[in-house]
């Protein structure tokens, strides 16, 4: 059994303090225990695109509502098998995630666009985990063969220009999702959205930026 020590934040940035936007990044850290006693990890984080109206509420969204999701799977699975969570499932999750979009945007007179927002999510149980990304931001494990060493599971999206991103909120987004099954037991976990990234990863050697990381975990 194991016993998950999290934590998570979201906070304002600097750019956004000077502009008076409110901080468009959301995340949940959540432990499910499930009937035989075993823990399985959510850490589900969205950054919110700046130039969205509605940013913030995407972001929220996203994450609240992939928490739900897998609320409803491990209440029907007590077993907690993560091989049902496939790169299909999550796309399905997808799928429900824009039509409550489409349904708040023209609730509202506003773009699915206006709700704009990333997506990286971390699925961990005892001796597997999943994980899921559209756009920028990461997601950061120990390395299988140096446990003292850091690795990224996908590379920060980018678009055809430099400041440019995926978001989950993309009619395309179904085909930009990157999806791993990992069979192996995680015991640290990072997920971190772009406000950090390039303190996180080092770009010239595209890793996971091991001084960072250490005493975080």
């Not at 699925?123 to 060493?149: K, L, Y």
């Not at 996908?154 to 069979?183: C, L, R, S, V």
Request: proline letters at 5%.
């Amino acid at each position: 059994m194991t016993a998950w020590k999290h934590i998570s934040a979201s906070v304002v940035g600097t750019s956004h303090d000077l502009t008076g936007t409110p901080c468009q990044d959301n995340s949940v850290c959540r432990p499910f225990t499930l009937g035989d006693g075993s823990e399985i990890l959510v850490a589900v984080a969205s950054d919110g695109a700046g130039s969205a109206k509605r940013a913030d509420e995407g972001s929220a969204l996203a994450c609240s509502l992939l928490i739900q999701e897998m609320e409803a799977l491990f209440e029907a699975d007590a077993e907690g098998d993560l091989s049902e969570i496939t790169k299909e499932f999550l796309t399905n999750w997808l799928v429900s995630f824009q039509r409550e979009v489409t349904i708040r945007a023209e609730h509202e007179e506003l773009r699915a666009r206006d709700f704009a927002c990333t997506l990286v999510a971390a699925i961990i149980g005892e001796q597997s985990a999943v994980f899921a990304q559209i756009g920028d931001g990461a997601i950061v494990v120990p390395s299988p063969e140096e446990p003292d060493e850091y690795c990224y599971v996908f590379w920060p999206q980018k678009g055809e220009y430099a400041n440019e991103t995926y978001f989950a909120t993309d009619p395309e987004a179904h085909t930009k999702i990157q999806y791993d099954h990992i069979p192996r037991r995680i015991d640290e976990v990072a997920v971190l959205t772009d406000g950090i990234q390039n303190l996180a990863l080092h770009y010239q050697t595209q890793s996971a930026h091991n001084p960072f990381f250490r005493p975080v975990f």
